[in-house]
C-alpha cells in the first residue's frame, strides 16, 4: 500500500509561489506515473500536471507557463512549484500514484490547501 503525503500549501498573494511536496512510502514511485490534481470548492477535481516515469510531462492550459511538475525518484517524491499564482488557482491540491501493472491502481495523498488571496 502506497502512502501520499503533501506538504506546501498554504495563503500566498496573488503573484505569488509555492512549491508543493508529495513524498510517498510504501512503494516506490519510479515505477508509477505521479500527478497533481486540484479541487476548488463546489467545483470537480481537475487534472493540473502529470510526468511519467521517463520524465515526460503534461498540463493543464490553464497553469501552462506557470507551474512545472518535477520528481525525485531516489526521494520517492514528486514537487508541483506554482508561479505566478492567480486567486482562481485556489483549490485544494492532492497528489496522485497511478501504477500500472494487470490493472491499474490509483493512490491519492490527504490534499493541501492552497489560496491565493489579497
Known amino acids: 500500500q502506497v502512502q501520499l503525503v503533501e506538504s506546501g500549501g498554504g495563503l500566498v498573494q496573488p503573484g505569488g509561489s509555492l512549491r508543493l511536496s508529495c513524498a510517498a512510502s510504501?512503494?516506490?514511485?519510479?515505477?508509477?506515473?505521479m500527478g497533481w490534481y486540484r479541487q476548488a470548492p463546489g467545483k470537480q477535481r481537475e487534472l493540473v500536471a502529470t510526468?511519467?516515469?521517463?520524465?515526460?510531462?503534461n498540463y493543464a492550459d490553464s497553469v501552462k507557463g506557470r507551474f512545472t511538475i518535477s520528481r525525485d525518484n531516489a526521494e520517492n517524491t514528486v514537487y508541483l512549484q506554482m508561479n505566478s499564482l492567480k486567486p482562481e488557482d485556489t483549490a485544494v491540491y492532492y497528489c496522485n500514484a497511478k501504477y500500472t501493472l494487470l490493472r491499474v491502481i490509483d493512490y491519492w495523498g490527504q490534499g493541501t490547501q492552497v489560496t491565493v488571496s489579497s
Open positions: 510526468i511519467t516515469q521517463g520524465g515526460s510531462t
Open positions: 510504501g512503494g516506490t514511485i519510479s515505477i508509477a506515473v
